[in-house]
């Protein structure tokens, strides 16, 4: 009856949520920048007038900062347009925002409450500061294009215009951070559109092993939407994978992972399966994962000093147990845990804990039972390896048997595996002895991709904390 009860109450929280705002782009650290970029601007630009000016911030500033900051945030990127079209565009909203504001000033009359010399000076400053502001960035863009790594792989299945037309904005965009492969595509030479300078990489049906073989991040499906069983069985050759799916041009399919509009390089695309945390969400993912595990960190070490003495006293061994685990994008990790055990797996067969499992210590017992054994992996959080709520982290010897068993199991590599999940506040923690109990928690994790906030993580942390004490189905 408690399981009945905490899977009605995920479904009712599931069907809850509103429908999530189409997604501001691939590039997370040109994302965020150009999305706060004219925001940031305007308001500074008229604190260090309102400063200069009057040797402080008025509360009536303050108040005209948040309505400035409202109005234009987010602001759109301009990075690909030429100079004189970004100097237009801002030119055209500045005057827009500020014809807007002078007049609702006027018609309440709060137009006399602020320095006329700032609101003046503001008036031109502003939109030079924004100019200033966007040539400074495309300065910098190449350096920052480095932060984010090497250039993501990707491909594209489907040798018709569409897929050229994509091709030509992908390699000709210097700010993409895109690296094109090259084609999938059954058809002979005669069918098949123009391939110009583009490699045909083999039949779709190379697709997934070349997929994993060369860790391809990104997937864009050109096919006609007649082709709907084809695209399936591409779909469903592709779940084994970690690869972000889109489709050219835009169109319906179901079972979608984070399906949202986006764009690559002017080009719509319809995302079939990605991470929730592009652009913004993934700066208030990571933020809020640092804000949080330094202060439960701090909280919690006088704890983790005493269960680390006591482990050690309890049985010989290490006092952290360290094993590798599958995370973001299937890539192998180091997992802290206090050692609950008396022998410490990690090798390509690892049994799972079970209930009177003789391997798990005395002390250990009582630190599964109460996830005190989990404390260590806050760490991992700080290290950027894993974040405080995700699919749980399974075993690499697992994740290689679950995952030809499953379909879509890798897709929970999207994210960040987590301290705890929706999978485990919902009854699906302990052993997965059968093939339908890991199901159960792959489904749940999929749930969680498809509809995650900020919000969804603090009542799985809340929920978790409730569960601590009360739970029944570690071993």
């Known amino acids: 009856m408690a399981e009945i009860n905490q899977a009605a109450s995920a479904s009712a929280w599931l069907n809850s949520r509103e429908p999530r705002s189409a997604g501001l782009g691939r590039s997370n650290v040109f994302t965020v920048i ?91 400053l502003a939109p030079v500061a924004q100019a200033g502001a966007h040539l400074a960035l495309r300065a910098a863009a190449p350096q920052l294009l480095k932060l984010q790594g090497p250039p993501g792989k990707a491909v594209i299945v489907g040798m018709n215009d569409q897929g050229a037309s994509l091709a030509e904005h992908i390699t000709g965009s210097q700010y993409s951070g895109i690296e094109l492969m090259g084609f999938f595509d059954d058809r002979g030479e005669g069918r098949r559109g123009m391939q110009g300078e583009h490699q045909l ?71 079939v399966c990605d991470t929730p945390f592009r652009g913004v969400n993934g700066v208030l993912k990571r933020g809020s994962d640092i804000v949080l595990s330094l202060l439960i960190l701090l909280l919690i070490f006088p704890v983790m000093l005493m269960i680390g003495l006591l482990v050690k006293l309890d049985s010989p061994g290490p006092v952290i147990f360290k094993q590798r685990r599958y995370g973001l994008d299937g890539e192998q990790i180091l997992v802290y845990k206090f050692r609950s055990m008396a022998v410490t797996e990690d090798g390509g067969a690892i049994r799972q804990a079970q209930k009177n499992d003789l391997r798990v210590t005395r002390l250990g017992a ?110």
């Open 201 to 271: 990489i083999g039949k779709i049906e190379e697709l997934p092993a070349y997929v994993k073989r060369h860790r391809i991040q990104f997937i864009y499906l050109s096919l006609p939407m007649a082709a709907r069983p084809r695209i399936l069985q591409v779909l469903d050759g592709l779940k084994d994978t970690t690869a972000s799916i889109y489709f050219v041009p835009d169109m319906f399919i179901t079972d979608l992972i984070q399906g949202r509009s986006d764009s690559v390089c002017g080009v719509t695309v319809i995302s």
């Open 34 to 124: 150009e999305a706060a970029l004219d925001p940031l601007v305007l308001v500074f630009s008229l604190w260090a007038l309102a400063f200069y000016f009057e040797n402080s911030i008025s509360p009536s500033y303050l108040i005209l900062s948040i309505i400035v900051f409202s109005l234009t945030f987010p602001g759109s990127s301009q990075l690909r347009l030429p100079i004189w079209r970004v100097f237009f565009n801002i030119a055209f909203h500045w005057l827009w925002i500020a014809g807007l504001l002078l007049l609702t000033g006027y018609a309440t009359e709060s137009f006399y409450k602020f320095s006329m010399t700032v609101i003046g000076s503001w008036l031109w």
């Open 366 to 475: 009582f630190l599964r039972k109460t996830s005190l054994d989990e404390l260590p992996q806050f760490i991992n959080v700080l290290q950027g390896r894993m974040s405080i709520v995700g699919p749980r982290p399974h075993a690499v010897a697992h994740n290689e048997m679950y995952r030809t068993l499953i379909k879509g199991y890798m897709v929970r590599h999207k994210v960040r595996p987590g301290i705890t999940g929706w999978a485990q506040v919902n009854g699906q923690r302990g052993e997965t002895d059968t093939l339908d109990k890991m199901q159960a928690r792959i489904d749940c994790d999929l749930d969680y991709l498809r509809n995650w906030s900020l919000q969804l993580d603090f009542f799985i942390i809340f929920k978790t904390i409730r569960l601590v004490f009360k739970d029944s189905s570690a071993y």
